[in-house]
């Protein structure tokens, strides 16, 4: 039975093109720059100074707060630089750029590819461990996974449910992550059960993906309390509060967290991670990037060494393509166009897209004809015609009073809209400003 | 490549324009626009080409020298409004009184609120019912199906089967008698029955309503209250005195309630945006249309409930919100 949710959502050309590329690591480059805020909450506090010599995995800057991460290094290397440099969102972030030399990892680190599946940590040690490691939600939104694993007092968690939706058109880094990784996957989520204290995890997986969901129901046999739930191909499914009332049919209400109906989500990606960070004692060092588009030469899902400036990355894939006019960090429904390309790849960059003009170049904006198809799209429910409306007129406490703080930013809106309105871009502004508002009114 | 393209996400659009939605509700008229061809013959195929012609001209004028905007009407959304006009009008209507009505139907139904999008009424609507109170012989003399194919204005002409029946009842007909007149339900099915050039044919409109839901130009919602409500309420008023009230069968197959409720009440900008909002338009127009046809001084009702619950549609969408995720939390 394939399960979804019930509120809205849309269906974008998958254009998975590299369903079928198997994981390909790439060779460590000359140089790094690693961001200091890679991660949603306080910048890291940077620990190396220029002329620092550091190994592959060494912390260089310390989490600087409870929702904040460890950074550690991708190489071996001598610190060259520590300076502003672009950001994915266009702003300028604190980055330590290190200049590679030769390949050596921190000792502590087991760098083999034997499975270890005995857990012998105990739950509170795995949350540090996590912590330390410096991991955070790998699905895109970069949210530190330790805090994601210690519930506020008071709420209990019930089921963990893990995201292999992989929603977002063109990505497929999770889908192979399942495919290959199937036992550390699994083994992982078996991490994250102990340290929440669940005895039951659901993996939900799209059923775009036969091979995963036939892979995982076959390798979860094996692993107690952890079962399987394909479900209908749906945009945006991977959404937390989506994902949760698909396999739950529990709502989580607005402004709360999962936790509030008994749930956490961790993507397939963050629970690999963890495997690696518990067992192997290997931080947040690299992460799996699908590079692709449709006119590419060598689109791909490639194991990448975190602060890879974005230029390499292409390089790898065979070039930037002479007609690709857009290069976006993420998914087409939610990721962000990157201003300049020697940005580095972040922890958070679940894929690395080259649009060319004809996918991506915006339509004129047309009157609203009140088609309704917005409203129909909408995944939380929410009239995204009136919130663009009420933004642009800058009626930010109406705009409250319609919900516009529920809204998960997940574009169904402006895909749907036959006036080609910017809807969401719209919302957003709306969106800040009222965040603004509510804020100052606390 | 010089420069890269920023904006904010999402980066892709599902293809869908203003275009394909109007040009899509013409093609799902072609069935309807087919039958009033195939029982009135030339007089449809006047009225359509006077209707469509003047709305397109209309909008186009208006636009150009009154507006002084880009002239829309390549939009499709002229050229609909001028076919459910000509669906809305006797086939033997004279041209001079069809071109009067679709300025009517544009230029106070669309124009003056601004445009595609803006009209609080449906604009056909708007040109129908002011013909009807204009000009209301003409409005209501109704060429017989298939035997006036050849003729235009001097069509042999009898009276609708919501006529027949209301008339029927009024003067004290037995039911059985005013049943004995009308059509079959077959007939009133496939469209041998008098009528507007394109309301006659049921099984075309329900054609047009597949087509339009499987391009998801529309959503079932507002066609199957309209309809539903229409059939439970008739129901009722027959179930308490049959010798009194029409079946719900024939309350649906006659008339303009078919296109009324798959075309007109669907018009974008004229019918909420929330699905609950719909239900409310939807059953308000049913309940209104039977109140008009059992109790009102005319014999069909369609076009005011119509634009009767047009008009409350701000009221609608301001009260009426969709369904927010996470209001009620399921324990």
């Given amino acids: ?442 | 490549m010089s420069k890269l393209l920023v904006s904010h996400s999402p980066h892709v659009h599902s293809g869908d324009s203003v275009n394909k939605n109007m040009y899509g509700v013409i093609i799902a008229l072609l069935p309807a626009l087919a039958a009033s061809f195939w029982f009135f013959g030339i007089g449809a195929l006047v009225v359509t080409l006077t209707s469509v012609a003047t709305c397109l001209l209309a909008e186009y004028i208006i636009s150009k020298y009154i507006l002084k905007q880009k002239p829309s009407i390549t939009d499709g959304s002229a050229a609909v409004t001028g076919l459910l006009l000509a669906f809305n009008l006797p086939s033997n209507f004279p041209v001079a009184l069809i071109i009067i009505g679709a300025i009517v139907a544009i230029g106070m139904g669309k124009m003056s609120f601004g445009g595609l999008g803006q009209n609080p009424f449906n604009p056909a609507l708007v040109g129908r019912v002011f013909l009807l109170i204009s000009y209301p012989v003409q409005m209501t003399s109704w060429p017989e199906p298939v035997a006036s194919r050849g003729s235009y204005i001097d069509a042999s002409t009898g009276a609708t089967p919501l006529a027949i029946m209301k008339e029927g009842l009024a003067s004290g007909s037995s039911y059985s008698e005013i049943v004995a007149q009308i059509p079959s339900y077959k007939e009133l099915f496939l469209g041998v029955s008098g009528g507007s050039a394109g309301e006659v044919a049921a099984i075309a409109l329900l054609l047009g309503f597949g087509y339009m839901l499987w391009k998801k130009i529309i959503s079932w919602h507002i066609p199957v209250a309209v309809i539903g409500s229409t059939a439970i309420f008739t129901g009722v008023l027959h179930a308490v005195d049959p010798t009194a009230n029409a079946t719900p069968l024939f309350h649906i197959l006659s008339g303009g309630l078919m296109l009324g409720a798959i075309f007109m009440a669907t018009d974008y900008s004229s019918s909420p945006m929330a699905i609950k909002g719909m239900w409310i338009y939807g059953i308000g127009i049913g309940v209104i249309t039977v109140t008009i046809r059992t109790w009102g001084a005319y014999p069909e009702g369609i076009s005011f409930a119509i634009l009767i619950m047009n008009a409350f549609v701000p009221l609608i969408d301001k009260y009426i919100k969709p369904k927010r995720f996470g209001e009620k939390v399921v324990e």
């Avoid at chain 1, 254009?15 to 198997?22: E, G, L, R, V």
């Fill in chain 1, 1 to 442: 039975m394939l399960k979804t949710f019930t509120t809205g959502g849309v269906h974008p050309n998958e254009n998975k093109i590299t369903a079928s590329s198997a994981i390909e690591r790439v060779a460590a480059p000359a140089t790094v720059s690693i961001p200091v805020s890679q991660h949603i909450g306080a910048p890291s506090e940077i620990l190396v100074k220029r002329g620092d010599q550091v190994m592959a995995g060494e912390l260089i800057a310390k989490s600087g707060g409870f929702v904040s991460a460890n950074i550690h290094s991708s190489v071996s290397g001598m610190v060259t630089k520590i300076e502003d440099i672009p950001s994915v969102s266009g702003y300028t972030q604190k980055a330590v750029t290190i200049k590679r030399e030769g390949d050596i990892w921190d000792e502590s680190i087991d760098t083999s590819d034997i499975l270890i599946k005995e857990i012998s940590l105990s739950p509170s040690e795995i949350i540090k461990r996590v912590g330390e490691a410096g991991i955070v939600g790998l699905g895109g939104a970069t949210f530190p996974s330790h805090v994601k694993l210690s519930p506020p007092p008071g709420k209990v968690c019930e089921i963990l449910l893990i995201n292999g939706v992989e929603c977002e058109p063109f990505l497929t880094g999770d889908h192979r992550i399942m495919v290959e990784k199937g036992e550390e996957v699994l083994t992982g989520i078996t991490i994250l059960m102990k340290a929440l204290g669940v005895t039951k995890a659901v993996i939900g997986i799209e059923n775009n993906k036969p091979d995963a969901i036939k892979r995982m129901i076959e390798l979860s046999k094996n692993y107690a309390g952890i079962e399987v739930q394909p479900l209908k191909v749906k945009y945006p499914q991977g959404g937390e509060k989506q994902l949760i009332k698909a396999i739950t049919q529990r709502e989580v209400p607005s402004g709360k967290l999962p936790v509030e109906v008994g749930a956490v989500v961790h993507n397939v990606g963050t629970a690999y991670a963890v495997y690696e960070a518990v067992q192997k004692k290997k931080p947040l060092i690299e992460r799996v990037v699908t590079v692709t588009g449709p006119t590419i030469k060598k689109p791909g899902n490639y194991l990448v060494r975190i602060g890879t400036s974005v230029e390499d990355l292409i390089e790898v894939a065979g070039g930037l393509p002479d007609d690709v006019v857009k290069v976006v960090s993420g998914g087409p429904m939610m990721g962000k166009a990157l201003p300049k390309l020697n940005t580095p790849v972040a922890k958070g960059m679940s894929g690395l897209l080259l649009l060319p003009q004809e996918i991506t170049s915006r339509k004129e904006s047309q009157n609203c004809i009140k088609c309704a198809k917005c409203v129909s799209a909408c995944p939380m429910g929410l009239s995204p015609y009136l919130l663009m409306t009420v933004s642009q007129k800058e009626l930010f406490e109406r705009a409250i009073e319609e919900d516009i703080m529920d809204c998960i930013e997940c574009g169904s809106c402006s895909f749907t809209c036959p006036s080609s309105r910017p809807l969401l871009d719209y919302i957003r502004f709306g969106k800040a400003e009222a965040g603004n508002i509510l804020r100052s009114k606390k």
